[in-house]
């Protein structure tokens, strides 16, 4: 039997913790007591940062699957 989730997979979740997480940073550095220069490169920073970590995820994902879906066959293999 199929369980029904609400079409809310664990990428996505991922994606909106990522987000989350992106947008506290922002929210973070925008209140910190750092003159302008500071806080334009920071931001910067991060975003570097944020677009090298959204270049793995997708790998990341499908390692990760890749892995489920063989620890599930081993599994059922075993009965």
Known sequence: MSQNNGGVGAGTVLMAFLAGAAVGGVVALLYAPHDG?????????LGDDARETMGRVPQAMREAERAAVATFSETLKKG
């Open 37 to 45: 220069r500071k806080t334009r490169q920071k931001l910067l920073e």
